[in-house]
């Protein structure tokens, strides 16, 4: 969920009120499945002493032979968790995303990147979406938490707060690391999608790694251009569950009187 400054990606021509589209699984062709089939054994390579042991496992029941059909991975992802993923063109609209995550229905992009943007793409695909995001959704607690998350995301949009929350997607669903019995790893799918920064979160000695904390991290930027100079971790999800789920309404004016913080000096 990172915003552009270009013209979102995907045909939005088709597409139902909602955003959804049909994820048309027979028109992708057999280059693309070839393509997906590389970027999974890229990543799956590098999970281990990395990714939290959920995804390992979750990661592995959602295999398939190239793209992933929706359908079939919804029986699955709706029996642990009774939630959905949706077929979209690419971005959607803040609303229509909450909209979405309140109703447990994970919104994945349907096309993929080109062979060219291997390493890195701007925007997030298929890939990002799905291998990313979409094991998380089998864990009942993260699970519940971004369906909390939605329900908080359209409040903010009332309250003029959308920055804040953006900011703690930011540095959970998309770059949270997490404290194991093993060691230090993470759930993030931005970094679990990426090649670089997989390794770069845990072994370089370079990023701030910060506890949790909701406020710090609210008032924490980020950059969408480079791997981050500050990652927050939390201890379990039950954690990310519990500190968020006090009523944010007071939160918000008492953060705009505080200061901005900056990643790289945190
Ligand atoms: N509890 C938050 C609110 O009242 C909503 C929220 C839950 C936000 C979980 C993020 C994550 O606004
Ligand atoms: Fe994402």
Redesign the pocket.
């Known amino acids: 969920m990172i915003k552009p400054e270009h013209e979102p990606r995907g045909d939005y021509s088709r597409m139902r009120a909602d955003y959804t589209v049909a994820q048309n699984y027979s028109g992708y062709s057999s280059a693309e499945h070839d393509l997906y089939r590389r970027l999974v054994e890229r990543q799956s390579a590098k999970l281990a002493g990395y990714a939290c042991e959920e995804f390992i496992e979750n990661v592995a029941l959602l295999s398939s032979d190239g793209i992933p059909n929706f359908d079939s991975a919804n029986h699955l992802i709706g029996a642990a968790t009774g939630w959905q993923i949706v077929a979209v063109p690419g971005l959607v609209p803040d609303d229509v995303f909450f909209a979405h995550l309140a109703a447990r229905r994970f919104p994945v992009t349907v096309w993929l990147r080109t062979p060219e943007e291997f390493d890195y793409i701007v925007e997030p695909d298929i890939f990002h979406d799905f291998f990313g995001h979409v094991p998380l959704l089998l864990n009942p607690v993260f699970a519940d ?1 971004l369906q ?2 939605g ?2 995301g359209m ?2 949009l009332g309250l003029d707060a959308l920055g804040y ?1 953006a900011r ?1 997607y930011w540095y959970t669903v998309e770059f949270g690391l997490i404290n194991t019995p093993d060691g230090m790893r993470t759930y993030g799918a931005g970094i679990l999608s990426s090649g670089g920064e997989i390794t770069y979160c845990l072994d370089s000695p370079s990023p701030h790694r910060l506890g949790f904390d909701l406020m710090r991290v609210m008032q924490t930027e980020y950059r969408i251009d480079r791997f981050q100079d500050t990652y927050f971790v939390i201890d379990n999800y039950e954690q990310l569950f519990r500190e ?6 007071p939160l918000y004016p008492r953060l705009r009187k505080l200061p901005t913080l900056d990643p790289s000096n945190a």
């Open positions: 938490y909390e998350y329900k908080g409040k903010a929350l703690l968020t789920a006090q009523d944010f309404t």
